[in-house]
């Protein structure tokens, strides 16, 4: 059964302050793997998409990387406004599903 | 672009009262997705579309019913509402299955449904 876990499921950090987010998977062949930012009250919006081991992708202070049983989306140097929860999400093949995590809620502070 | 829209943005039902919840994109996609999202279960699929004409269920599907409308609509409805269906809904459409590419998904902006 495809599954996602993410940790930890809240982080707070300093502004400034590095760090990074994991995201485990178990899926029968890895078609993409996804991140989300969603903040409060609205909906998921769409970060970035890896599809193989050793992948890698930025956006300004965030970075994502994948191996073949986990992603991590490493924040840089994080501002208050990077406050939000993160979400990760993975589709197998000969499907357009997706399973997403639960997520991990990260709190900046000036 | 608008992107995915839904409607109504809020809403409060008595349980066994009926109402459908609206969701439109204009990007041309193929597939279209119902999700639920409670406190500590994430986002989890109620129904999708994976074209103009059908219609499939997903992980948590009972008490719920969907009409894909045309190619940009796709709504998602209650018959008869109960307090456990209390939850913010989103609606997200994608390109659909391809040969390449991940199929990333596109959301909107929620519906925050409360059953009394």
């Known amino acids: 059964e495809d599954q996602v876990t993410q940790s930890p499921e809240a982080l707070r950090l300093q502004e400034g302050e590095s760090s990074s987010l994991n995201c485990s998977y178990t899926?029968?062949?890895?078609?993409?793997l996804f991140w989300y930012r969603q903040d409060p009250g609205k909906g998921p919006e769409f970060l970035f998409t890896?599809?193989?081991a050793g992948e890698e992708k930025e956006k300004e202070r965030l970075k994502a990387t994948l191996t073949k049983k986990e992603s991590f989306l490493h924040i840089t140097a994080p501002k208050p406004e990077d406050s939000a929860t993160y979400l990760c999400?993975?589709?197998?093949?000969?499907?357009?599903?997706?399973?997403f995590g639960t997520g991990t809620r990260l709190q900046v502070f000036p | 672009n608008a992107g995915v829209t839904q409607t109504p943005k809020f809403q409060v039902l008595k349980t066994g009262q009926s109402m459908t919840l609206q969701c439109a994109q204009d990007?041309?996609?193929?597939?279209m997705y119902w999700y639920r999202q409670d406190p500590g279960m994430g986002l989890r699929l109620i129904y999708y579309?994976?074209?103009?004409?059908?219609?499939d269920k997903g992980e948590v599907p009972n008490g719920y019913n969907v009409s894909r409308l045309n190619k940009r609509e796709f709504s998602l409805r209650l018959e008869s509402a109960a307090p456990s269906q209390t939850s913010v809904y989103f609606c997200?459409?994608?390109?659909?299955?391809?040969?390449?590419?991940?199929?990333?998904?596109?959301f909107g902006p929620g519906t925050r449904l409360t059953v009394l």
């Open positions: 997200a459409s994608s390109e659909g299955l391809k040969r390449e590419g991940g199929n990333e998904q596109f």
């Open positions: 899926v029968s062949g890895l078609r993409g």
């Open positions: 890896l599809y193989s």
């Open positions: 999400a993975v589709r197998s093949y000969n499907t357009d599903k997706l399973i």
């Open positions: 990007m041309n996609h193929n597939s």
């Open positions: 579309s994976a074209s103009e004409g059908t219609t």
